[in-house]
């Protein structure tokens, strides 16, 4: 408790990042007429660490208003030029990352400092943002765990998933699924967050021994675990 009221997010880091969205959002507007700039991810559900990336979309007027797809891999790199050559990035930090299932440009806001990943054309993160909510409400300890996994994960490089680690929506989904699975829990026999190391340890040893991400998914509403080649045209999040 003590190092997650450390760590949890300060009112003036909450402020220097809403300024980030904002100012991102003036600039890119105007730049790229009609779009729009919102944020996703562990900043709006209140669950990042101070040197947290900010994860952020720009979807145009097409999408917002059909779902009909304007930005692709090109705007990528439109965007990229234009951060490389105005103020908002540090030059050198600017990299697009075409590869991965969801292509990002990824820089460091020179105002801030921050690391910043941008996406495309895509709103399932903003539809999880009130989902978080409901969930911190549901599981006062959720924001707790994740805290202090998130943490153990950077320590070790483990938090991109860019490069093979587990971001913050998939620690959120793990903590969430484990207490929904927890019998103790669901009988109200625990009060998760008057356990909380006994939490950890069985998060850590679930999933570190006991769960096959190869074989198994978690799906959260309603809670169940299902096997994944028997839901293979569904899309999922895979780690």
């Given at each position: 408790?003590?190092?997650?009221?450390?760590?949890?997010?300060?009112k003036f880091e909450q402020t220097i990042r809403e300024k980030l969205v904002e100012d991102l959002h003036g600039r890119i507007s105007y730049q790229f007429h009609g779009a729009e700039i919102?944020?996703?991810?562990?900043?709006?559900?209140?669950?990042?660490?101070?040197?947290?990336?900010?994860?952020?979309?720009?979807?145009?007027?097409?999408?917002?208003?059909?779902?009909?797809?304007?930005?692709?891999?090109?705007?990528?790199?439109?965007?990229?030029?234009?951060?490389?050559?105005?103020?908002?990035?540090?030059?050198?930090?600017?990299?697009?990352?075409?590869?991965?299932?969801?292509?990002?440009?990824?820089?460091?806001?020179?105002?801030?400092?921050?690391?910043?990943?941008?996406?495309?054309?895509?709103?399932?993160?903003?539809?999880?943002?009130?989902?978080?909510?409901?969930?911190?409400?549901?599981?006062?300890?959720?924001?707790?765990?994740?805290?202090?996994?998130?943490?153990?994960?950077?320590?070790?490089?483990?938090?991109?998933?860019?490069?093979?680690?587990?971001?913050?929506?998939?620690?959120?989904?793990?903590?969430?699924?484990?207490?929904?699975?927890?019998?103790q829990v669901q009988s109200k026999n625990m009060v998760p967050e008057h356990h909380l190391g006994?939490?950890?340890?069985?998060?850590?040893?679930?999933?570190?021994?006991?769960?096959?991400?190869?074989?198994?998914?978690?799906?959260?509403?309603?809670?169940?675990?299902?096997?994944?080649?028997?839901?293979?045209?569904?899309?999922?999040?895979?780690?």
């Open positions: 408790m003590d190092f997650y009221h450390f760590v949890k997010p300060l919102q944020s996703f991810g562990s900043f709006p559900a209140g669950l990042y660490l101070p040197t947290a990336d900010m994860d952020v979309v720009m979807m145009s007027k097409d999408f917002r208003q059909s779902g009909r797809v304007t930005y692709n891999k090109s705007t990528l790199f439109k965007l990229r030029n234009y951060l490389y050559n105005s103020d908002l990035a540090i030059r050198d930090s600017v990299e697009c990352i075409t590869s991965a299932k969801v292509p990002l440009v990824k820089y460091v806001d020179k105002l801030t400092g921050l690391r910043v990943d941008m996406s495309f054309e895509n709103d399932t993160g903003l539809v999880a943002n009130e989902t978080f909510q409901q969930y911190k409400k549901l599981y006062p300890a959720m924001p707790i765990l994740v805290t202090v996994i998130k943490h153990l994960l950077t320590m070790r490089g483990l938090n991109e998933p860019v490069n093979g680690g587990i971001g913050g929506f998939s620690v959120i989904c793990l903590v969430v699924s484990l207490l929904q699975h927890m019998p006994e939490m950890l340890m069985e998060f850590l040893n679930y999933y570190g021994n006991e769960f096959n991400p190869q074989t198994t998914g978690i799906q959260l509403v309603p809670p169940a675990y299902f096997e994944k080649v028997s839901v293979a045209t569904i899309p999922m999040v895979f780690f």
